[in-house]
């Protein structure tokens, strides 16, 4: 093909591509919303509605008697089967014929702090203009950030909600194309070709004899551009096309459940951990607007972690987000240590959780002793 066949001409009023973001000063003032910027990522969070104050330390969040879970032999010995079954290194032999000396039940306290926060953050957004609807100034002033109406989700999840603060769309013409709707092809430079990756523009490849015409370029050294396919423009990225631009506030609403937890080591041959993956009985659960630090508790690590854990998310999140809802809870985990033997040596393994989990320091082998 003749080298004036790829040649393309730009029209000179197709400006270069312009900048992703909007230039400084690009925004309207908007009243509440002085700080926002352009882009996919929010200012800072609007400081909440005045903090709550700390609840009186005196008062008294009531925790009912405590019952302490038991393990037969009989789901001992079958949680222990089941364990064994999904390692192919055991062998299920000890499981069955080990002989229990001691099922011993150990308490173990969760606890538990939730604080369910709201955060608010605005950033300007922009979409293409083709006639669509302006909720404008005109409309009337928009709302503070915190007075902006949203429906709430079910508590103590975490959600985002982005949603157009009401009355500040303004249309501008697109600053990244000019108002042209098109720009020039920043891959080919306006060419609407680029060099041959395959044979790096030469148009052939090999060496010596074996020196052959590149079959990816047909010999021409270059190929069509696959970003404007040829054409040397491409239609604006910012406005599809549409020359004109849509900006309005966009508010970042964010739900989330802050959570602090709690078990007291008070045995080390046991990892913590794995209580991160079972569940217990929850026998106290407290919820208010702000809970009561917990005062009486047989645990007394319990009752300061609470007033502890209570004070600090007060501080922690209060100034940065809205405290919608607390809820404090304490979980009886289940805890047995079982003994055996197993040919003549001594043992022992964890029982843990409503799941019945299995932690095994150590498993016999079933090799018989001769």
């Known amino acids: 093909m003749d080298e004036k066949e790829d040649f393309v001409v730009i029209d000179p009023s197709i ?5 992703s973001a909007p230039p400084p000063g690009w925004f309207d003032c908007v009243t509440g919303y002085e700080d926002s910027k352009g882009g996919e990522n929010p200012d800072e969070n609007y400081h909440p509605p005045p903090p709550y104050a700390l609840p009186d330390s005196n008062q008294n969040a009531f925790v009912p008697n405590v019952r302490l879970p038991t393990v037969s032999e009989d789901v001992a010995r079958e949680a222990l089967l089941q364990f ?12 069955k014929h080990l002989v229990f000396k001691d099922l011993r039940p150990l308490t173990v306290y969760r606890y538990r702090l939730e604080t369910y926060t709201e955060s608010r953050s605005s950033a300007w957004e922009s979409e293409p203009y083709s ?3 302006v909720d404008g100034p005109q409309n009337g002033m928009s709302p503070p950030p915190w007075q902006v109406q949203v429906e709430y989700p079910q508590k103590y999840t975490d959600v985002i909600l982005k949603v157009r603060v009401p009355h500040s769309a303004v249309i501008k013409g697109c ?3 000019q108002c042209a709707g098109s720009v020039r092809c920043s ?19 090999g060496a010596g004899k074996k020196r052959r015409m590149c079959t990816c370029c047909a010999g021409r050294g270059h190929k069509r551009c696959t970003q404007c396919h040829g054409r040397g423009v491409i239609t604006c990225p910012t406005c599809q096309g549409q020359r004109n631009l849509l900006h309005f506030i966009q508010l970042t609403i964010t739900w989330k459940n802050q959570v602090m937890e709690f078990i007291p080591d008070k045995l080390p041959e046991f990892p913590l951990k794995n209580f991160e993956k079972v569940s217990g009985d929850n026998f106290f659960e407290d919820e208010n607007l702000l809970v009561y630090p917990i005062v009486g508790f047989p645990d007394q690590e319990i009752c300061e972690m609470s007033k502890k854990g209570i004070e600090g998310h007060i501080s922690k999140f209060s ?5 919608l809802q607390q809820r404090q809870t304490i979980e009886l985990v289940p805890l047995t240590h079982a003994f055996y033997t197993y040919q003549g040596k001594d043992y022992d393994y964890f029982v843990y959780g409503n799941e019945n989990k299995i932690y095994i320091p150590k498993y016999p082998s079933a090799c018989t002793i001769l």
């Open 319 to 323: 100034s940065i987000s809205r405290i």
């Open 84 to 95: 064994v079954e999904k390692k192919w290194t055991y062998s299920s032999k000890p499981a």
């Open 131 to 133: 006639g669509q609807y």
């Open 175 to 177: 600053y990244r194309c």
């Open 15 to 19: 400006p270069e591509e312009g900048p």
């Open 187 to 205: 891959r080919c430079h306006t060419r609407g070709k680029v060099r041959c990756l395959h044979c790096h523009g030469h148009g052939r490849v």
